[in-house]
């Protein structure tokens, strides 16, 4: 039995897609995106494996990520899915170089996108942070792509990402770097319900976020924001860039600070 990391429902053994979702499950994928050690930088692995004695069982603060192509079949088309495969994977690794730079980890592959984790299983306190940086290279890389993309083949190439913070109890890391977890409340469903409600091209984050992020990034308020399995409306921001830290002191007045 394997668990849907987009709307946490489990789903049967051997099952692609999300009997409750749709989501394409991580499963299905293969080849150099089978498994966190065969795509995670050997710099960053070793760092991992080294962590690993220390991590299980914690509870973790972490901010997760979600980043997708926007209209994956709309871009298809009638192609050959031997021509778009290629530009996929190219999404994909741009995605994760992002993520990388960051020092986050690419948990899982997720139909044509994916799902990352920052603030464990390495540990950093500014993971919010990190993420929104990610988001915003991984945006700014795949739009520069797109623009290639769309001049020799006409495919418009637009992705949208969705960021939450909050609590995960780390279970353990396996020797393939597989990190197993247990969400508290709705860190990872909130995190896949902002990338899913994110227009092309957006950044999309919770309020558990952004109260981490105060000082280093420029975002947009839109409001309390009515989220599907969720009672109440949610505080959404759209995050639309970084900001320039000018000296040391301005980086220590501005650090969020997680709950340890």
């Known amino acids: 039995m394997s668990v849907c990391p987009r709307c946490e429902r489990p789903a049967p053994e051997g099952a692609r897609f999300c009997p409750a979702c749709g989501s394409r499950l991580a499963a299905a994928e293969g080849g150099r995106f089978a498994s966190p050690g ?152 909130l995190a896949a319900r902002m990338e899913q409600m994110a227009k092309p091209a957006t950044i999309l984050a919770t309020d558990q976020t952004l109260a981490l992020v105060r000082g280093r990034v420029t975002a947009k308020p839109l409001g309390p924001v009515p989220v599907r399995g969720l009672q109440i409306p949610v505080e959404v921001h759209e995050i639309t860039g970084a900001v320039p830290i000018r000296s040391r002191l301005d980086a220590a007045a501005a650090r969020p600070r997680s709950p340890l």
């Open 38 to 189: 065969a795509y995670t930088p050997p710099h960053l692995a070793r760092r991992i494996l080294d962590a690993r004695a220390a991590v299980e069982g914690e509870r973790k603060q972490v901010t997760v990520l979600f980043a997708d192509i926007h209209g994956l079949v709309d871009v298809m088309g009638d192609r050959d899915p031997e021509e778009v495969g290629p530009i996929v994977d190219r999404v994909r690794e741009l995605m994760m170089e992002a993520v990388h730079r960051y020092e986050g980890t690419v948990n899982q592959v997720v139909g044509d996108g994916i799902m990352a984790l920052f603030g464990a299983p390495l540990a950093h306190e500014d993971h919010a942070v990190r993420a929104c940086y990610a988001a915003l290279r991984m945006q700014a890389q795949v739009s520069a792509y797109g623009d290639e993309v769309q001049r020799s083949l006409g495919l418009p190439l637009l992705i949208r990402v969705g960021l939450n913070s909050g609590e995960v109890v780390a279970r353990s890391i396996g020797h393939d770097l597989s990190f197993t977890y247990t969400a508290v409340g709705q860190t990872v469903h």
